[in-house]
């Protein structure tokens, strides 16, 4: 007993009534966000936004979560950015002056605004806050829930003075239905919403809501105050089949019949392939009207959309309308990411066989004492020489086998090889593309779009890879996609090898070594007509050598001189040129590889070095400045040199990779300046070649002036003098001009060895093209494509005139230029890139496509034209555009036209009996065409409706403070939406 007596065991059950529940953490939290916001206090410094403010205006808004117990909500505070606010004005309000969002309720700047928050086109209001569920939340349906959140914003509302209205979202989220209050001094407004599927028979004109919102309001005054109505029908065009198709119907005569939109060979095609605009939305509004001045009920209505004051327009796009341009570029980009080879596609054995010589090189090199071909160059044209080198290879291959046919093969080769459609002599063919290029340039700089190719690492316009990207393109989209890309890719090859083995210059190419500001396929197409060039100059100059030879027989054997005006005269050629090619006049093996007259060569300069000044001058070009040579009276001359060998930029790369593994010791470091030195020592034999006598101080006066430093000083009798000496570079011991002056011998540079083995590099260049995959081609030609693309669209929107397309051409190319420069593409970026240019070419089609509708022409000039334009160009930019006029502009009267033509056509389709019936009766001639019920209305039924009404009265009862109403009425087909804002004085109620 003692034990259960004691106090010390007894257990007290505590219930802490203070303990917080679910709801009042969430009624607090919402006040915590009011308070971090700012929302607190007096909200009515914010004076009404200008007319269009609310669609021309920026809107902030800012969000964080809260949450319900376990369920997750957003509270977001959307607001009207204000230009400036008047402090002033601020300090000058009465304290019990309404909030700003009751004095928005009756603003009529801003009634039915086409781009903004559904809450702001109903209501009105430039600042609020909303609470809706979360994403993964159930929607709130329950009708306590309702309740309890509405209470929950009525109480953090009263317990932090806020001003601003708060919604909340019920319902479904599809519905759109929202729920909220906003408090003020004395005052209180109530948001109400109902949404249904149809509309009542009985609310379904302006009289039935009349009667909802006088019924809601329950004014007792009289006589009532008078209510101000704003109403906007909508009407929808979706019919444009009496407009034009967007391309020209297909010609099944031509090469390209049966493509929509064909184009020849070298361009790129631009258009959409069907209708970019899919609606037109006309907005007939009558802005302030009041009771009793306009009669709208079950039976008539006065509200005809001609006679309406305001016509709005606006368009709704297309999604994703097929565009050519757009196509072509997706389809090419689809082929970089392929990884079949060309033999994957054309079979093993044939490309083997079709590709033996060009995989063979050491056959190629045995070829080289052979005669390039038993016909005279002077007989052969081009188009011959095409069709020879491809004779012996398409017998193996069946016209069924073939990816491409031979009509379109021939045709895109003439395309990428004009030249050969024409008889010509070599010489002839010879000049033609170093000219053309040359005037083509002259012209091309004059013009800024040239250099883009500068900026996107491509290729000029109009040379031989910009062409061929855009045949590959046109190949790949219109005739067998990659299996055609593969066989036009080895025809290509082909062609290739055959005018290396022949001597004829490619053509489309500019003179010149490879230019590292173009993409490495046009280097390397460069590589291989620099060799080219090398090798016909070579040939030229022995049968020029030859004939010498052979006159010089002749008149031996008659007993007679040669005359010298039948030599060539290298002096004049040497003038012209700098650098005469003409000066290689022995044999081509002896400046290759020359081994069998090394020895004889090495004691003739070893004696004529012995005897100084009496060897023999070879290889001189011109006098240097009057400059003597410092050992001697004889002139400097200027000698002939062999030309640096040309590198393409994977060469430039691969020999810094070599150079950079030598490492930083002192053999690795002599031995990369020895690599280096080699175009160095062969100019120091020429110079010795060409100046018997000479020491290292002259040819550093001629090859590095800045290296020879001069200076007056006094003679021993007084006289000043200049006196020369190396610089201090120069005389650092081991320095590798010294060394190589050292071992340099007296050798003419047409004794030389090659620095620039042309056979070597053109089978090089030909090993790389033969063994390209066709995704390798179309990586390579990605830059020109989108080079072409670029221009296109240039071309294209300067015909349409559109500032926000020309804006963002001026990006893309600044975007692309980095895109493009890396050796590793990145193709997520790239096809964003491919992506923003398809944008583009769809905004210029809608422009195109609305110029036809209105009736644009392209040259045509006028008041009305200037209007339309600039109309049509709103269209693009705005989300709405305001028809100067209405229904009497000259806008209006096109779209008043389109709705006639359209309402005709349907009331054609659906009732045609009927029609052909009155087609009868206008023709008989006892009959008079009857109008009345038959006639077609000009419009259809709106779309939709949309009643605005408005008006100020007191609540709740006749001596409360007149606060302003308003009901927004939305009734369409399937939908009927009434959104109420009431407001109650509660001073004393």
């Given at each position: 007993m003692a034990a259960d007596n004691d106090p010390e065991t007894e257990v007290f059950e505590i219930t802490d009534f203070t303990t917080a529940s679910e709801w009042e953490r969430f009624v607090s939290r919402v006040e915590e966000v009011l308070n971090d916001w700012k929302l607190i206090g007096n909200s009515t410094g914010r004076s009404p936004p200008d007319k269009g403010g609310y669609t021309t205006g920026t809107w902030l808004e800012k969000s964080q979560d809260i949450n319900f117990a376990d369920f997750k909500f957003y509270i977001s505070h959307f607001t009207l950015k204000q230009e400036s606010e008047n402090d002033n004005e601020k300090n000058t309000l009465e304290e019990d002056a309404f909030p700003s969002a009751m004095q928005d309720l009756l603003c009529m700047n801003n009634d039915f605004p086409p781009r903004a928050h559904c809450l702001v086109r109903w209501y009105g209001i430039q600042e609020f806050v909303a609470i809706t569920p979360g994403t993964n939340c159930e929607a709130i349906i329950s009708e306590s829930k309702c309740n309890l959140l509405l209470s929950s914003i009525s109480i953090a509302l009263a317990n932090s003075g806020c001003q601003v209205p708060m919604f909340v979202q019920i319902q479904q989220k599809w519905r759109r239905m929202y729920a909220g209050e906003c408090q003020g001094p004395g005052v209180r407004t109530d948001f109400e919403m109902v949404h249904l599927r149809k509309v009542p028979s009985q609310y379904n004109h302006l009289s039935g809501l009349l009667d909802i919102f006088k019924s809601k309001i329950g004014c007792n005054l009289s006589p009532p105050p008078p209510i101000n109505i704003a109403i906007r029908f909508t009407y929808i065009l979706q019919d444009w089949q009496q407009h034009s198709w967007p391309q020209q119907p297909p010609d099944f005569d031509t090469l390209l019949g049966g493509e929509v939109g064909g184009v020849e060979f070298g361009k790129l095609p631009f258009g959409a392939c069907e209708e970019p605009i899919s609606e037109l939305h006309l907005a007939t509004t009558w802005p302030h009207l009041t009771e009793g001045i306009v009669v709208d009920n079950d039976v008539y209505s006065d509200l005809d959309p001609l006679q309406a004051p305001h016509w709005s327009v606006r368009v709704r796009t297309a999604e994703n309308p097929q565009c050519l341009l757009g196509d072509f570029l997706s389809e090419f980009f689809k082929l970089c990411c392929k990884k079949e080879s060309t033999e994957e596609f054309l079979g093993r054995g044939l490309v083997e066989e079709e590709g033996q010589e060009n995989t063979d090189i050491s056959s190629a090199l045995s070829r080289?004492?052979?005669?390039?071909?038993?016909?005279?160059?002077?007989?052969?044209?081009?188009?011959?020489?095409?069709?020879?080198?491809?004779?012996?290879?398409?017998?193996?291959?069946?016209?069924?086998?073939?990816?491409?046919?031979?009509?379109?093969?021939?045709?895109?080769?003439?395309?990428?090889?004009?030249?050969?459609?024409?008889?010509?002599?070599?010489?002839?063919?010879?000049?033609?593309?170093?000219?053309?290029?040359?005037?083509?340039?002259?012209?091309?700089?004059?013009?800024?779009?040239?250099?883009?190719?500068?900026?996107?690492?491509?290729?000029?316009?109009?040379?031989?890879?910009?062409?061929?990207?855009?045949?590959?393109?046109?190949?790949?989209?219109?005739?067998?996609?990659?299996?055609?890309?593969?066989?036009?890719?080895?025809?290509?090859?082909?062609?290739?090898?055959?005018?290396?083995?022949?001597?004829?210059?490619?053509?489309?190419?500019?003179?010149?070594?490879?230019?590292?500001?173009?993409?490495?396929?046009?280097?390397?197409?460069?590589?291989?007509?620099?060799?080219?060039?090398?090798?016909?100059?070579?040939?030229?100059?022995?049968?020029?050598?030859?004939?010498?030879?052979?006159?010089?027989?002749?008149?031996?054997?008659?007993?007679?001189?040669?005359?010298?005006?039948?030599?060539?005269?290298?002096s004049m050629k040497e003038v012209s040129s700098g650098k005469s090619w003409d000066s290689w006049s022995d044999s081509e093996d002896e400046f290759f590889e020359?081994?069998?007259?090394?020895?004889?060569?090495?004691?003739?300069?070893?004696?004529?070095?012995?005897?100084?000044?009496?060897?023999?001058?070879?290889?001189?070009?011109?006098?240097?400045?009057?400059?003597?040579?410092?050992?001697?009276?004889?002139?400097?001359?200027?000698?002939?040199?062999?030309?640096?060998?040309?590198?393409?930029?994977?060469?430039?790369?691969?020999?810094?990779?070599?150079?950079?593994?030598?490492?930083?010791?002192a053999e690795g470091s002599h031995l990369r300046a020895r690599m280096q030195s080699a175009c160095l020592l062969s100019d120091m034999e020429s110079f010795k070649a060409a100046n018997p006598g000479c020491v290292l101080e002259d040819f550093v006066r001629w090859y590095s002036p800045r290296d020879y430093v001069e200076e007056q000083v006094e003679d021993d009798s007084g006289s000043k003098v200049l006196k020369g000496e190396l610089s201090a570079r120069m005389k650092i011991p081991g320095n590798m001009w010294v060394e190589a002056w050292e071992?340099?011998?007296?050798?003419?540079?047409?004794?030389?060895?090659?620095?620039?083995?042309?056979?070597?590099?053109?089978?090089?260049?030909?090993?790389?093209?033969?063994?390209?995959?066709?995704?390798?081609?179309?990586?390579?030609?990605?830059?020109?494509?989108?080079?072409?693309?670029?221009?296109?669209?240039?071309?294209?929107?300067?015909?349409?005139?559109?500032p926000?397309?020309?804006?963002?051409?001026?990006?893309?190319?600044?975007?692309?230029?980095?895109?493009?420069?890396?050796?590793?593409?990145?193709?997520?970026?790239?096809?964003?890139?491919?992506?923003?240019?398809?944008?583009?070419?769809?905004?210029?089609?809608?422009?195109?496509?609305?110029?036809?509708?209105?009736?644009?022409?392209?040259?045509?000039?006028?008041?009305?034209?200037?209007?339309?334009?600039?109309?049509?160009?709103?269209?693009?930019?705005?989300?709405?555009?305001e028809v100067i006029g209405a229904g009497q502009g000259p806008a209006g009267s096109i779209i008043h036209k389109m709705f006639i033509n359209?309402?005709?056509?349907?009331?054609?389709?659906?009732?045609?009996?009927?029609?052909?019936?009155?087609?009868?009766?206008?023709?008989?001639?006892?009959?008079?065409?009857?109008?009345?019920?038959?006639?077609?209305?000009?419009?259809?039924?709106?779309?939709?409706?949309?009643?605005?009404?408005?008006?100020?009265?007191?609540?709740?009862?006749?001596?409360?403070?007149?606060?302003?109403?308003?009901?927004?009425?939305?009734?369409?087909?399937?939908?009927?939406?009434?959104?109420?804002?009431?407001?109650s004085d509660t001073s004393f109620f």
């Open positions: 080289l004492t052979e005669p390039t071909t038993t016909v005279p160059i002077s007989k052969l044209s081009v188009s011959n020489m095409v069709h020879s080198a491809r004779k012996h290879i398409r017998r193996h291959r069946r016209v069924a086998e073939s990816p491409l046919n031979n009509d379109v093969l021939n045709s895109v080769l003439l395309c990428l090889f004009p030249d050969a459609a024409v008889e010509k002599s070599s010489d002839n063919s010879k000049n033609k593309p170093a000219q053309s290029n040359a005037c083509g340039k002259a012209e091309q700089d004059k013009n800024s779009d040239y250099n883009i190719y500068l900026q996107l690492k491509s290729a000029p316009i109009d040379s031989l890879t910009y062409r061929l990207a855009l045949c590959v393109c046109l190949i790949n989209y219109n005739h067998g996609g990659l299996r055609a890309v593969a066989h036009l890719w080895q025809e290509f090859v082909l062609e290739l090898r055959y005018r290396w083995e022949n001597n004829h210059l490619i053509y489309g190419l500019a003179a010149g070594p490879p230019d590292l500001r173009c993409c490495l396929l046009h280097q390397k197409l460069q590589m291989l007509n620099c060799c080219i060039e090398r090798k016909r100059a070579r040939d030229e100059a022995r049968r020029a050598q030859e004939g010498s030879k052979e006159r010089e027989r002749r008149s031996s054997q008659n007993g007679r001189p040669t005359s010298d005006s039948t030599a060539p005269s290298a020359c081994v069998s007259d090394q020895g004889e060569t090495e004691f003739s300069h070893a004696e004529g070095e012995k005897d100084g000044s009496k060897n023999k001058a070879e290889g001189r070009l011109h006098p240097y400045n009057n400059t003597t040579l410092l050992k001697s009276t004889e002139p400097l001359y200027v000698p002939i040199t062999q030309e640096p060998a040309p590198m393409t930029e994977d060469l430039l790369e691969e020999q810094s990779e070599v150079l950079a593994k030598l490492g930083t010791s071992t340099a011998r007296v050798t003419p540079a047409r004794r030389q060895r090659r620095l620039f083995d042309d056979t070597k590099e053109a089978e090089k260049v030909l090993h790389y093209l033969a063994v390209l995959k066709p995704a390798d081609v179309t990586r390579h030609l990605l830059p020109c494509i989108l080079h072409s693309a670029i221009l296109k669209l240039k071309e294209e929107e300067s015909i349409e005139d559109i926000s397309v020309r804006k963002n051409i001026r990006q893309s190319t600044s975007q692309a230029s980095k895109l493009l420069h890396p050796p590793n593409y990145d193709y997520k970026k790239i096809e964003d890139f491919i992506n923003q240019l398809i944008a583009m070419e769809t905004v210029i089609t809608r422009a195109r496509s609305l110029k036809a509708k209105f009736s644009i022409c392209e040259g045509e000039k006028g008041e009305d034209t200037e209007e339309l334009e600039k109309f049509v160009s709103s269209l693009l930019e705005e989300p709405e555009v359209a309402q005709r056509l349907a009331d054609f389709t659906s009732d045609e009996a009927a029609l052909l019936s009155a087609l009868e009766e206008d023709l008989s001639s006892d009959r008079k065409p009857t109008g009345g019920s038959n006639k077609v209305p000009d419009f259809p039924p709106p779309a939709g409706r949309e009643i605005l009404l408005r008006t100020c009265v007191p609540r709740p009862t006749p001596y409360s403070k007149a606060l302003p109403q308003r009901l927004f009425c939305v009734l369409m087909k399937e939908e009927f939406r009434l959104a109420g804002a009431f407001s």
